[in-house]
């Protein structure tokens, strides 16, 4: 049973450049949640989705960013114009059910670098 | 607004000892806890999660839930060099949309 597989696992995009991030949860996972990670800083939550279906993105900035998880292949987090200050790693985690009680496993992240 | 505080440390304990590790939390509401532990440069792992009041025990890892406190430990006994990580404090609520995490705590133990 593969985990969270997340690619590409670094991504150097110069300014103004889109970024794709991909993310295919555990094998029976449902739920998805994007964290971003800065330097030294915890996990601060981005977005929750499930299948077709942006639950929570309260912690999405309001502009550049978008997230979706179609039916059939991976979630995508979709960062347009890139900053140096979207320069981070990107994590991915997935679970089984909703919130209380389901523990999220996280993929290996996404290393953004904006040159 | 949720917020979950960690003792940034670094923490530092000789091999042998036990490490504690503690967390609060703001929401009454939450009702999950996890601890995960992220080496460098690597990506969080699932160490343990509580949701009763009291102690749960996983080989050397032992967490505590005080909800009356809002307050969640983990304790690592016989500390080793290889439980040299940042340990990052999860909750979850009622509602549970998300998991907020902590901004973690530097553990090193010294061989």
């Known amino acids: 049973n593969a985990g969270v597989m997340q690619n590409p696992r670094h991504l150097v995009r110069r300014r103004g450049q889109e970024a794709r991030l991909r993310c295919s949860p555990m094998?029976?996972?449902?739920?998805v949640y994007w964290y971003r990670q800065l330097p030294e800083e915890g996990l601060k939550f981005m977005v929750y989705l499930q299948k077709e279906n942006i639950i929570d993105e309260s912690g999405m900035p309001k502009e550049r960013f978008s997230a979706e998880f179609p039916k059939e292949g991976p979630s995508i987090l979709r960062i347009q114009q890139v900053v140096r200050g979207d320069s981070a790693a990107y994590f991915c985690?997935?679970?089984?059910?909703?919130?209380?009680?389901?523990?999220?496993?996280f993929g290996q992240g996404t290393r953004l670098t904006v040159v | 607004q949720k917020e979950v505080e960690q003792n940034s440390g670094p923490l530092s304990v000789p091999e042998g000892a036990i490490a504690s590790l503690n967390c609060t939390y703001s929401?009454?509401?939450?009702?999950?806890f996890f601890w995960y532990r992220q080496y460098s440069g690597k990506s969080p792992e699932l160490i343990m999660f509580i949701y009763s009041n009291g102690d749960k025990e996983d080989g050397r890892f032992t967490a505590q839930l005080n909800k009356a406190s809002q307050y969640v430990s983990l304790l690592i006994r016989d500390s080793q060099p290889s439980d040299s990580a940042t340990y990052l404090c999860a909750v979850s609520p009622n509602t549970g949309n998300q998991f907020y995490f902590g901004t973690g705590t530097s553990l090193t133990v010294i061989p």
């Open positions: 985690a997935s679970s089984t059910r909703k919130g209380a009680s389901a523990e999220a496993f």
């Open positions: 094998k029976g996972h449902s739920h």
């Open positions: 929401d009454r509401g939450s009702q999950s």
